[in-house]
Each structure stands twice: as structure tokens, then as C-alpha cells.
């Protein structure tokens, strides 16, 4: 099946007992059962829904996956694989990375005796060099938030699988829509899928994918044990956007391609951070990995100043400034005093992050209308 069609019909069976097309929202904390123990498979909302299993079913057909879990939010979904591991154990993961993973790993689990180490993934050399007897984990984003770093999937699933290491992807910023992680060797796939899988900035949750039915079984355990599981109006909500994700994603690599080069182009923008440039670190990368890519980028402008940086972000109309991505509406973000504002500065400065830098999530408004918006707002 295509990707077009399989993301329409991911999941979705007409409702048993009314023929409806759409999946209802079983708003409901309980089930009642014919007897203790026999019951039609749904015991209690939060261990199972019947709208969140349809949306589970959709999210694991989707990634060419077998199992895949919903969890309240993207960083639920990380907190459950994390919690996989245990006092001592060691996790290697991208040195550009989304703030509220680094603040996730930094803050909560590194107290439990949990120790990350952080590399340029970009470079199999070094996740090769990084791995001790102690890792238990690679976590790799890619392309990476904000930076747009492209790291080789398949490389280092060849070095993870032989010293059963899991190799855990966060797919959020390409989507199912332009990469599948699974395939090229990873074990578990995240999403925040309150960016592109939801598509219309109005709900919170994240995925988990995965083909190993034990790790499954792991993290179906945590899920429920933790209790950090979506509710049924968001189920339908990402089940009603995954069905345009194929569309929309094509509009946004578009949109996203002629910004990408417009900025390239603007007289007082220094550096634009793309991965669909021939001239692109990751590049070769991205081409073999990813269908297309994508409609996030970011840029610094000649003037490197903080201040003349704020004023772009606070003139723009059509791209509002907030956090988030991957909705229909383009948004425009500054990394260092919002999404990453948890990483300590010297350790974004190190990283390439620079105060100044400005993040676009490009939506599928008239190109024209956006590049007006942001030459007036740059000046």
C-alpha cells in the first residue's frame, strides 16, 4: 500500500455496531464486565481504549511497524524508553537535541544513576568510539532540533545491533511521511506527535513504534504502570490529522524548499541550517534515508546579534512566534530563550547553537505570502 492511502486508511474500520466511517471517542474510564476477569478485551481507560487502540494500530501501520504505543506527550514517550534501563547503565545520544529531552535525561534521570553521553552522531566514528560495556542505549534525532544535523540510521543500527544495543529514533521533525526508522535498523521510533502526525496545533501526545513484541511488552508495562496515556478526544484528533499527513507533508517540503533557498539568497541572512542543500554536511545522508526534506530551517543572520534577532522574530504576521512545529501554520521560534532554553549556554554555544539563531516550522500557507511576511519582518 502507498503511504497516500496507507495514512487515510491506517487503523480506521467502520464502528461495528453503527457502520460509522470514523472511529468513535469512547469517552469512558470503565468497562463493565460480564464476570470478574471475563470481559470484550478493555478492563479500565487506562490500561486500554478502544479509540486509542485504533490510533496505536494506525501509528505502528504507519512507521511499517508491528506494535506501537500513544502516550500523553512526546516526552512521556521518551520517559517510558528511558525507563527501560536501570542504575548504571549508559545512553549515547546527539549533542543537538531537543531541550526538553536534554532537561528529561539531565535533571530527572541522571539522579537515578543514569549516565548520557553526548556526541556528534553525524559521525558513526564517534558513536563507535562512545560505546562501552555500559551502553544500553543510542538516542538519536535526525535531522536534529534545531540544527538540522543528519545522522546515518543504518550505520549505527550495524553498530548497536551486534552488542544488543537499542537504537531509539526521534522521527518527529521528518514524520512517517519522509523517513521510516524502522526500516533501516532502529528499534523503537518516537514522535511527538503533537507536531506533524496531529498537524493542527491542538493537541498534546506522543508515539512510540516498534516491531520486537517483548520490548512491546516492556514498554506497555511502564505505559500503564505510569499512567501517561492520551485521552480519547486526542486519540481522534491524531487520528483525524494522520489522515492528511501525506498531503500536508508534501506541502511542506515544498514551501519549505523555496524558503530554504530564498533566505540562502537574502542579503542579510549569514547561514540557513537545511538538509535538502547539496552542500549540506548530511546531505548524502538525507537523500538515502529521506523521501523528501521537510519544512524545518533555521538561520542567523549577518548582523549575529541577539537583540536584531528578537526584533525579526517579534515582526512577523504569518509565522507566529511560539513554541511547537509541524502544524499547518507557520511558526517562528528562538531556540535559545524557548525550546532549548533548558540547555545550559555554554553548552549550546558549543554545540553550534547560537543565541541568535532562529527557527522556522514552515507551514502550508502561499510561499509567496510567507517569504513577503519574512522580508519585511528582516528588513
Request: net charge neutral.
Amino acid at each position: 500500500m502507498k503511504p497516500a492511502t496507507k495514512f487515510i486508511h491506517a487503523g480506521m474500520e467502520p464502528d461495528p455496531s453503527t457502520g460509522a466511517i470514523m472511529t468513535p471517542i469512547y469517552q469512558t474510564s470503565t468497562y463493565v464486565q460480564e464476570a470478574p476477569a471475563k470481559h470484550k478485551g478493555y478492563e479500565y481507560a487506562r490500561s486500554q481504549n478502544p479509540t486509542r487502540k485504533a490510533l496505536e494500530d494506525a501509528y505502528a501501520i504507519i512507521e511499517n511497524g508491528k506494535y506501537a504505543l500513544a502516550f500523553s506527550s512526546g516526552v512521556a514517550a521518551t520517559d517510558a524508553v528511558i525507563k527501560l534501563l536501570e542504575p548504571g547503565d549508559e545512553v549515547i545520544c546527539a549533542n543537538d537535541m531537543y531541550g526538553g529531552t536534554y532537561r528529561l535525561f539531565t535533571k530527572v534521570f541522571e539522579k537515578f544513576g543514569i549516565k548520557f553521553v553526548y556526541i556528534d552522531t553525524t559521525k558513526t566514528e564517534n558513536v563507535q568510539h562512545a560505546v562501552t560495556g555500559k551502553t544500553k542505549l543510542i538516542w538519536v534525532e535526525t535531522p536534529t532540533n534545531p540544527l538540522m544535523n543528519v545522522s546515518d540510521i543504518a550505520a549505527i543500527a550495524a553498530i548497536a545491533k551486534p552488542k544488543n544495543i537499542l537504537l531509539a529514533v526521534d522521527n518527529t521533525f521528518a514524520s512517517p511521511a519522509l523517513q521510516n526508522p524502522l526500516d533501516l535498523g532502529a528499534d523503537i521510533v518516537m514522535h511527538s506527535a503533537t507536531k506533524y502526525l496531529g498537524g493542527h496545533s491542538d493537541v498534546i501526545q506522543g508515539a512510540l513504534m516498534m516491531n520486537d513484541k517483548d520490548l512491546r511488552e516492556e514498554l506497555y508495562f511502564i505505559q500503564k504502570s505510569c499512567g501517561a496515556v492520551p485521552g480519547p478526544m486526542d486519540c481522534f484528533l491524531i487520528l483525524r490529522g494522520i489522515k492528511t499527513l501525506g498531503v500536508r507533508m508534501k506541502a511542506h517540503c515544498e514551501n519549505g524548499k523555496i524558503i530554504a533557498n530564498w533566505l540562502r539568497k537574502h542579503p542579510k541572512v549569514a547561514k540557513v541550517y537545511w538538509p535538502g542543500f547539496e552542500d549540506h554536511p548530511g546531505y548524502a545522508v538525507a537523500k538515502k534515508q529521506m523521501k523528501d526534506f521537510g519544512g524545518m530551517i533555521s538561520f542567523e543572520l549577518k548582523n549575529d546579534s541577539v537583540d536584531e534577532a528578537k526584533r525579526v522574530l517579534s515582526s512577523t504576521h504569518l509565522f507566529s512566534l511560539a513554541e511547537s512545529l509541524g502544524g499547518v501554520e507557520s511558526m517562528i521560534n528562538h531556540p535559545a530563550s524557548m525550546t532549548h532554553a533548558s540547555i545550559p549556554r555554554e553548552e549550546r554555544i558549543k554545540n553550534g547553537l547560537s543565541d541568535s539563531l532562529i527557527r522556522l516550522s514552515v507551514g502550508i500557507e502561499d510561499a509567496d505570502d510567507l517569504i513577503e511576511d519574512l522580508n519585511k519582518a528582516i528588513g
